[in-house]
């Protein structure tokens, strides 16, 4: 009974998208809003559940959502149940990042799936990323260490770098790298991601460069010396990109050498001659 309350509330936005007389009365706002309010009722709910109660209908509520042939009204369906996945991990934290586990697949699904011309999808790719983020940011369990769990987000993350000129690369998506880097803290793990990054650095496409040295400030912000244990295959990209044809490539170069240096505390000129 409680699984299906679930389901007929995060339904909402599928039938409102497939239903014009609700178009002309409810906004997507009212949507929003409305959302906002269910995930607001549904986590007081959970906190009453104990785990055995609660993980076969997370469970379930997942496979549901994406039990829809149509592929527009899944999208909607699905944008309604990330919606909800943020707030839960966010919420539960820790407690809850074994849940990721019944998320995995689905997530890559969207992911791998995203629509840059389609408005609803790149939203829904936007959520799933959003949710990804508090999953990393809450693990303090070794989960994203693992690398049954690793292996299966990360290729898929540093290969949406190539959206650079069609999604929010920067806004959603360097978050989410960077949160990975944190949480999957192992050396193997941080050399798989940067070399990952790198290879977008000789992208012919600018956007492409640019997204990748944006990531990579990012990266070196957040870890400091860790990430920069792997300078020296960041080098070579280095000295190329200190040339590169797009001055805004080139500027963003020199910042992030001055964010190095300013972690190391030492010039890198010597070692880019």
């Known amino acids: 009974m409680l699984a299906k309350i ?8 599928r039938q409102w998208s497939t239903k014009p007389e609700w178009k002309d009365t409810f906004d997507s706002e009212t949507i929003d809003q409305t959302e906002a309010m269910v995930n607001e009722v549904a986590i007081k709910m959970i906190y009453k559940f104990n785990d055995s109660t609660f993980r076969p209908i997370f469970s379930d509520l997942v496979e549901w959502g994406s039990s829809i042939s149509n592929t527009s009204e899944r999208t909607m369906r699905l944008q309604s149940i990330y919606s909800f996945m943020v707030v839960f991990f966010d919420n539960l934290k820790s407690i809850v990042t074994s849940y990721a586990t019944y998320l995995l697949d689905n997530s890559v699904d969207v992911l791998k799936s995203v629509d840059p011309k389609d408005a609803e999808s790149v939203e829904l790719w936007s959520r799933v990323l959003r949710t990804l983020i508090k999953c990393f940011e809450h693990d303090q369990d070794d989960f994203w260490q693992a690398p049954s769990h690793f292996s299966i987000i990360a290729p898929i993350l540093t290969s949406h770098i190539t959206y650079a000129t069609s999604l929010p690369i920067i806004e959603e998506l360097v978050p989410a790298l960077v949160e990975l880097a944190a949480a999957a803290d ?16 000789r992208s012919e496409n600018a956007s492409i460069r640019l997204a990748a040295v944006q990531c ?42 001055v964010k190095i240096e300013g972690v190391l505390g030492e010039s890198l000129d010597s070692m880019l001659q």
Do not use: C, Y
């Not at 679930?6 to 936005?13: E, G, K, M, P």
């Not at 050396?187 to 990952?196: G, Q, R, V």
């Not at 020296?232 to 000295?239: N, R």
């Open 6 to 13: 679930f389901q007929n509330a995060f339904d909402l936005r």
């Open 186 to 201: 192992s050396t193997d793990h941080h050399k798989e991601l940067n070399s990952a990054i790198l290879k977008h650095m």
């Open 216 to 257: 990579e400030q990012a990266l070196t912000d957040r870890l400091g010396e860790e990430w920069l244990s792997m300078l020296p295959e960041m080098l070579p990209f280095i000295s190329e990109l200190q040339e590169d044809d797009d001055e805004v490539v080139e500027r963003e170069t020199l910042r992030w050498i």
